[in-house]
């Protein structure tokens, strides 16, 4: 079992960047692909990013090249550095076990880590244009 609570949200306006942090307590993030899920109210969730015991990352292509996943596995955190934001990356931003292993393709984040069942609460990210 792994519990999740995600930080470092905020209001920024378009072009500027934030970090998130997730702390998990429970089982070491070693063992699973982590990653970042985030969801517009109305919409479906989104899987942004991933990283998994192996240190291969997947990203939505949205997101490419502008965010960056890493963790600390000393630390049992995982983060995620946006930068060059837009106003479309507005969201509630979840960290979550997506599996037990390796990352899945970005497209089966979301309903992996729905079947492994460790999300965090959440934090928003506001871009203002």
């Known amino acids: 079992e792994v519990h999740l609570t995600e930080s470092g949200g905020g209001s920024v306006q378009a072009g500027g960047s934030l970090r998130l942090s997730c702390t998990t307590s429970?089982?070491?993030?070693?063992?699973?692909?982590i990653g970042w899920i985030r969801q517009v109210p109305g919409s479906e969730r989104e899987g942004v990013a991933g990283?998994?015991?192996?240190?291969?990352?997947v990203y939505a292509d949205s997101v490419k090249g502008r965010f960056t996943i890493s963790k600390d596995n000393a630390k049992n955190t995982l983060y995620l550095q946006m930068n060059s934001l837009k106003p479309e990356d507005t969201s509630m931003y979840y960290c979550?076990?997506?599996?037990?292993?390796?990352?899945?393709?970005?497209?089966?984040?979301?309903?992996?880590?729905?079947?492994?069942?460790?999300w965090g609460r959440g934090t928003q990210v506001i871009v203002s244009s």
């Open positions: 979550a076990a997506v599996s037990r292993g390796i990352c899945p393709p970005i497209g089966g984040v979301v309903s992996a880590a729905r079947r492994l069942g460790y």
């Open positions: 429970g089982d070491s993030i070693t063992n699973y692909c």
């Open positions: 990283v998994d015991k192996r240190g291969n990352e």
